[in-house]
């Protein structure tokens, strides 16, 4: 079955990074785009970007140009979302979640998340 | 890029059906039939529930179905059940392979 699983939570002070991981199973990673989104404390649900695993290409939302970045391995089967220069307002959880498309084709619909990560940005 | 908007919150009573708009901008709404609904129970992970404005995938109840109108998507739940009690929240292209969530809408069954 298809299960993602991500990285546990973290604990970042302002300024700093942090990577999330995303590790797929039970399908053939570079078949399916992965996209990012996050959710903040009582905040609604905002789509960071996507990757295509099969070639590493990108595409991210506007709000976060210049400062995320999503990479694969794909010899693991796990995409990476890192955010740099982490502000209080990045506290959130971040999700993981696979396009519904396959086969190399973009739909723009997600099937399945991963159970989200909580990063916390806090001096 | 701004979210699409929603109600804050709907409540409905069980049998009843309820509506949550969407409405976006003639940049992303408007301009393609690519809307899709999610629902949100706490702890669980988010569930597709609408794609392509109207499509139901395999397993998703027929008490669900979607429209658009224009500039605003909607999502209608027919014979509201305790278990539909979530928040929803519809998604729709904008353009150059990006996407806009809306601000959410939360769903009570009284």
């Known amino acids: 079955q298809v299960q993602l699983v991500q990285s546990g939570a973290e604990v970042k002070k302002p300024g700093a990074s942090v990577k999330v991981s995303c590790k797929a199973s039970g399908y053939t990673f570079t078949d399916y785009y992965m996209h990012w989104v996050r959710q903040a404390p009582g905040q609604g649900l905002e789509w960071m970007g996507w990757?295509?695993?099969?070639?590493?290409?990108?595409k991210y939302a506007q709000n976060f140009q210049g400062w995320v970045t999503m990479t694969r391995d794909t010899s693991i089967s796990t995409a990476y979302m890192e955010l740099s220069r982490l502000t209080s307002d990045d506290t959130a959880v971040y999700y993981c979640?696979?396009?519904?498309?396959?086969?190399?084709?973009?739909?723009?619909?997600?099937?399945?998340w991963g159970q989200g990560t909580l990063v916390t940005v806090s001096s | 890029q701004s979210a699409l908007t929603q109600p804050a919150s709907v409540s409905g009573s069980p049998g009843q059906s309820i509506t949550i708009s969407c409405t976006g901008t003639s940049s992303d709404v408007g301009s393609y039939n690519l809307v899709s609904w999610y629902q949100l129970h706490p702890g669980k992970a988010p569930k597709l529930m609408i794609y392509d404005n109207t499509k139901r995938p395999s397993g998703v109840s027929n008490r669900f179905s979607g429209s658009k109108s224009g500039n605003t998507a909607s999502l209608t739940i027919s014979g509201l059940q305790a278990e539909d009690e979530a928040d929803y929240y519809c998604c729709s292209y904008a353009g150059s392979s990006t996407l806009v969530f809306g601000g959410g809408t939360e769903l009570t069954v009284v």
């Open positions: 979640a696979r396009d519904f498309g396959g086969y190399d084709f973009w739909s723009g619909y997600f099937d399945y």
């Open positions: 990757i295509n695993p099969n070639n590493g290409g990108t």
